[in-house]
């Protein structure tokens, strides 16, 4: 047979190591073989390529040396970076919310781990999810691996030596230049050398191939420089009308912290394209960023209309019904999701909790059993025992609960919840010292939860200490403004020192 049609025929069953090995003794052979270099090209491609529509972390890089101004002062509902108290949402007494005050979402995905940290101290406080010691940047574990990818792939030294190359000449040949282009990009993480690749391209092409104004705009946005993206994007929207354009064009206005505007474009998006999932759950994903739930859930419901598969769209759902106390709906849609073939440990974790608050007893304990014996993760593992506790808490074990608060810490210490019911079960015993201590603890790890703070200033009012109650209720107030309990103790405390 043929080695380059098998390669080809390897290439298409996605083997990509044969693929590159075969290609690689052609090229020995016959150095100047175009077509077994492209194909070469585009299997090292594969090997490491990642899909750049979905919205990717914003690290801390991007986050406090931004050069982009943005009012400080948003009016409501119209900033991500300082969502409002929203329509239908849950409040925060309720629902959980990350630091920068968006509600925790049903579905783990790029941009809902980290908060936008207002100070490099919080910066460094935001979770960490790229399984390194570092908090998230957008370099951790994906660009990364993908700029290392390329020697890995070819021990002896880079398949291709971009310094050496004449830019110009590959520029005027489309048949290798996209190949090439993608290579640069994906496998060797070279910007800049991309960037001028796809300038010199579109030039070639005379400024008419939307293809090379997508890809002159991904790497503008790699560069940070959002508004030059913008205008690559709507440029190629004017040649071609396509479901990625719109996806890149509204990714660039999120980082612009420009909802309404993207909002708008998916909307266009979906003129063009009606039913689009990926437009749709683009929308309803940034009312949730807002937390306006519900025209989030609404736009999740649509996405189930069209795929009712999506796992995104049931997760959110199911996590909305369960933080507006209707667990028997969350339940469904859980159980939905169960029905589809996924099983996680998170999946059996939230059945558990929807199980306790609907009263089907029977069912919680296993459900949380399996989730135990699902874990791989430490910070998952924390969790699970954490939500144990809290149904503990719920039949009025305090024993139990007291020791999976003690196990959720074992398996994270950094766990705020946890140290926070710690210092209340140490507060029922009256131990006052220690249920001091953990609620110092909490307010130092997580300082957007205003649980903690409630707590530690009630405390501090029963014994005396008036001035650290005053302090840690502010902070509580600040947290969650709508919280009654801590405006009272507020106000009673500024009527104490006025009398003072």
Known sequence: MDPLYMA???????????CVNICTELLQ?????QAAWSLKTRALTEQVYIDEVEVDEEGIAEMLMDDNSIANVTRPGTSLKKPGTGQGAPSAGFRPVSQSGRPLSGFVRPGTQSGRPGTMEQA?????????????????????????????????????????????????????????????????????????????????????????KVQLGKCYYRLGLYRDAEKQFKSALKHQDTVDSYLYLC???VRLDQPLTAIDVY??????????????????????????????????KDVLHQDNTHIEAIACIANFHFYTDQPEIALRYYRRLLQMGVYNAELFNNLGLCCFYAQQYDMTLSSFERAISLSTDDMTTADIWYNVGQVAMGIGDSTLAHQCCRLAL??????????????????????????????????????????????????SDQVGDLQSSYRAAKDAVEAYPEHCDSNDLLAQLRKHFAIL
């Open 410 to 459: 074992a398996s994270n210490n950094d766990h705020a919840e946890a140290y926070n019911n710690l210092g209340v079960l140490e507060l029922r015993k009256g131990r006052l010292d220690q249920a001091r201590a953990f609620f110092q603890a909490a307010q130092g790890i997580a300082p957007h939860m205003f649980e903690s703070h409630y707590n530690f200033a009630s405390l």
């Open 251 to 253: 990714k660039v206005y």
């Open 29 to 33: 052979k016959n150095p100047y073989d």
């Open 267 to 300: 909307k266009q998006g979906l003129e063009k394209f009606p039913g689009e999932t990926t437009l749709l759950t683009g929308i309803a994903r940034i009312y949730e960023g807002m937390n306006d739930m519900t025209n989030a859930v609404k736009f999740y």
């Open 124 to 212: 460094i406080r935001t979770p960490r999810t790229a399984h390194t010691a570092r908090p998230v940047t957008s370099a951790s574990g994906r660009f990364v691996r993908l700029g290392t990818a390329s020697m890995l792939s070819t021990p002896d030294g880079p398949f291709i030596n971009l310094a050496r190359l004449n830019f110009s000449k590959y520029a005027a040949r489309p048949n290798l230049a996209k190949a090439l282009f993608e290579y640069i990009f994906h496998h060797e993480n070279d910007v800049r050398n991309a960037l001028e690749l796809a300038a010199l391209a579109t030039e070639a092409s005379q400024f008419k191939d939307y293809w090379w």
């Open 8 to 18: 080809h025929s390897l290439f298409r069953r996605r083997k990509f190591d044969d």
